[in-house]
């Protein structure tokens, strides 16, 4: 069997997996009261592993210390007999004044930390809550992205952006084989216009073409009331392997990504954010490649290496990427026939500057040899700079480094 014959097997098999037996909440509502419970309470049973200590997060969060053993990622069909790795070989840095782990603006940390710690062999999962659930359109398409959340910058047609209704302001690399990208994130907490809108800074890794094949593994930050139920600025990751189809998740909300790391849980809220003209606050994210295993790691802060996602779960990232994109997404569902007011970044626009207007700074890349260096010819790409811009620099502290985001709705974007 080929390469891609053993892919559309395997991806049969993580539909299987992730999506079996779940049912359509719109269509639940046909079904008497107490089916739809017993539904929504299937799935909660399915993502609610047994935790050995619980921990009550001051913003309402309930937060589980599962064994590493029993997370979520191990109800794949692969994964059954799968021995956790350990943390790959280090990077190599191509530059080192560019590459020594900066010391950030203000330290950061996670809300529930207030409150306890996770014991060791263990993991920290945000429990999912019945309210969580029936938020989502349907049980099945909880925790996944909309369908049309992809963007390919020199190809975007005017109709496929308003269509979508997602906007972008974006630095990207693309032309070659990328292993690894990294980034510090100046955090803050936009506001958002409507329940169903959201608002996120983050890396984008990305292979294949950008139709239905499209492969990506992401992570930084969002404002999500859909997904978490609120407006805190929270640690997310995602990936997919068919272009936001059927595969993949946020966070641990599927089999998937493999947690090693008992500090950091995935989907919980980050404090302190920025604020204008005041305090900053930013964090590093780091997503590479292991060489020898070909596994996808993920890093965040100085040493919080967080785990993996399997090479298995991909067709062209098994091998290497082919875009890295960093920067801001919001949706625009354009409430009331208008632009939304929902804010990226910290809501200003990349022309004010340190801290009014959000930012990326020491951009890097990880080439074939496992070196972290510089990008060349670093694109940007935004579809309405008058609602959200980016503007690019370099310098000797920062290297290559953004300002990005925006109001959204104003006299100019309406």
Not at 19 to 32: D, K, P
Not at 119 to 145: C, M
Not at 276 to 302: A, T, V
Not at 313 to 338: K, R, T
Request: charged share 20%; hydrophobic share 30%; aromatic share 12%.
């Amino acid at each position: 069997m080929g390469a891609p014959e053993l892919f559309m097997v395997k991806a049969a098999l993580v539909l299987v997996c992730i999506c079996g037996g779940v049912i359509s909440v719109s269509y639940a509502g046909r079904m008497s009261p107490s089916r739809q419970k017993l539904e929504v309470q299937k799935h909660l049973n399915r993502l609610n592993k047994p935790p050995t200590k619980t921990i009550q997060s001051p913003d309402g969060d309930i937060i589980d210390c599962v064994h590493i053993s029993h997370q979520p990622a191990f109800d794949h069909p692969f994964l059954k007999d799968h021995k956790i790795q350990t943390m790959p070989e280090a990077l190599k840095f191509a530059d080192n004044k560019m590459s020594e782990e900066e010391t950030t603006v203000n330290s950061i940390s996670q809300l529930w930390h207030m409150n306890g710690k996770c014991p060791q062999e263990t993991i920290p999962i945000r429990r999912t809550k019945k309210e969580d659930v029936l938020r989502a359109t349907s049980v099945k398409r909880y925790g996944k992205k909309k369908h049309r959340s992809l963007l390919k910058p020199r190809s975007a047609d005017p109709d496929l952006i308003n269509e979508s209704g997602h906007q972008h302001a974006i630095a990207y690399v693309e032309g070659d084989r990328y292993y690894g990208a990294k980034a510090t994130i100046n955090v803050w907490e936009p506001k958002i216009q409507q329940p169903n809108e959201f608002s996120l800074s983050q890396i984008w890794v990305l292979g294949g073409s950008f139709g239905e094949d499209l492969n990506s593994i992401e992570a930084g930050w969002q404002v999500s009331p859909d997904l978490y139920g609120d407006n805190n600025t929270r640690l997310f990751t995602y990936w997919t392997s068919d272009a936001y189809q059927a595969t993949g998740c946020y966070n641990l909300l599927c089999s998937g990504f493999i947690q090693v790391n008992s500090e950091i849980a995935m989907g919980a809220s980050i404090s302190p954010v920025s604020a204008y003209r005041n305090s900053q606050y930013d964090i590093s994210i780091l997503i590479w490649k292991d060489p020898k295993e070909g596994h996808w790691w993920m890093q965040f802060g100085n040493g919080y290496v967080l785990g993996y996602w399997p090479s298995f779960l991909f067709s062209y990232l098994a091998e290497s990427a082919s875009m890295i994109e960093w920067g801001g997404e919001v949706v625009n569902s354009e409430p009331d026939g208008q632009h939304t007011s929902t804010q990226m970044g910290s809501g200003h626009f990349p022309e004010e500057g340190f801290g009014k207007s959000s930012y990326f700074r020491n951009i890097q890349v990880v080439d074939s040899s496992n070196n972290l260096k510089a990008p060349k010819e670093l694109g940007t790409f935004t579809e309405q700079s008058n609602c959200y811009d980016v503007q690019t620099g370099s310098n000797g502290d920062w290297g290559h480094y953004f300002y990005y985001g925006g109001p959204g709705r104003n006299p100019n974007c309406s």
